[in-house]
């Protein structure tokens, strides 16, 4: 995976490190027994993948026709609706 750039953009990143913490606070509150905490944390993970969506929409992450396995398909032949994601 390391060779076909897989998520080595800024909005993955982002995304990736801001669900990161939210989970390191979810679990921090869960074990101190504090509910409210817990569910701030789980917001936090839900708004990860939503800031690293809206990073990709806004041209950050990497386009789905750059990817190698799409190239490779799209030149044996196959419609670029026929391939899996």
């Not at 080595?8 to 390191?24: E, K, N, Q, R, Y």
């Not at 990817?67 to 609706?81: D, L, N, S, T, Y």
């Amino acid at each position: 995976m390391a060779g076909s750039s897989h998520g080595h953009t800024p909005a993955a990143w982002t995304g990736v490190i801001i669900s990161f913490i939210g989970f390191c606070v979810a679990g921090t509150f869960m074990v101190a027994a504090q509910p409210v905490g817990f569910w701030a944390g789980m917001a936090l993970v839900l708004g990860g993948g939503v800031v690293g969506g809206i990073m990709r929409m806004m041209g950050m992450g990497q386009p789905k026709d750059a990817h190698e396995a799409f190239q490779a398909r799209v030149e044996a032949g196959r419609k670029p609706a026929d391939v899996q994601g």
